[in-house]
């Protein structure tokens, strides 16, 4: 599959802002760099306890890092679905329903509004029951239908992130590997580190060096140096 990134538009769906770029912010890179049109649009996000030396973070903070990770990226638009803590880490108790809709049609950057070539969603195995539910609201807006009378993006794809390989089920490895070039990964680890919020050293999923060690991994099963892993949900040649 080789692909003109140049004369593609994509929306990928994000959970909570850092997903875009732990699972496809190579891809990210590589396409802005090619001249296309990405935008992305986050499910929520809202106050959260953690293990940083300061124990929480905050949305305002998340905020200021989804305005900088977007400058960085030169993203075209972004939105976010639901901000707040009545659906932060609680995204199964909003509905498939609820999140379809706004994917598919109520979202500013909506599938119908914008009419993505390219949508890019987590991986519905994630232990992560907010990535489960993007990611079931996402196969529910992107169902087949009659692409004379709804929009349908010609390539769906599922993206990974280290944390998902701790799973209760096995999975088949990506079918889709996209080559990522140094600046391309670098980007992604600059956007990463941007979440300062977000970012942890090693070992930790989120550190720049799982990041580039998964990336060797998918381009060592590809022959090339770097590369992103995909699931393909639909791709229509």
């Known amino acids: 599959m080789n692909t003109d990134w140049s004369q593609e538009r994509l929306l990928v769906l994000a959970p909570h802002p850092d997903d875009e770029t732990l699972g496809c912010g190579g891809l990210i890179s590589k396409a802005k760099n090619a001249g296309a049109e990405v935008f992305v649009q986050f499910a929520t996000v809202g ?69 993505p070539t390219v949508v890019l969603a987590p991986h519905p195995t994630s232990y992560n029951q907010d990535h489960r539910a993007v990611a079931e609201a996402a196969h529910t807006a992107l169902r087949p239908s009659n692409a004379a009378s709804r929009h349908h993006p010609r390539l769906a794809l599922a993206y990974e992130e280290a944390a998902d390989q701790w799973r209760t089920e096995a999975v088949i490895p990506p079918n889709l590997l996209v080559e990522l070039s140094e600046k391309e990964l670098s980007d992604k680890l600059l956007a990463m580190e941007t979440y300062g919020s977000q970012s942890h050293p090693h070992p930790h999923t989120r550190s720049s060096l799982t990041l580039r060690s998964l990336a060797v991994l998918r381009g060592m099963q590809a022959g090339v140096p770097l590369a992103e892993g995909f699931h393909v949900l639909r791709c229509l040649a």
């Open 47 to 115: 106050d959260t306890a953690d293990r940083s030396p300061r124990g929480f973070s905050t949305a305002e903070e998340r905020f200021v890092e989804i305005k900088k990770v977007c400058e960085h990226y030169g993203w075209d638009d972004w939105h976010m679905a639901l901000p707040g803590d009545d659906f932060h880490l609680r995204l199964d108790l909003a509905g498939r329903l609820r999140l379809a809709q706004v994917f598919e049609q109520e979202s500013p950057i909506s599938i119908a509004r914008i009419r």
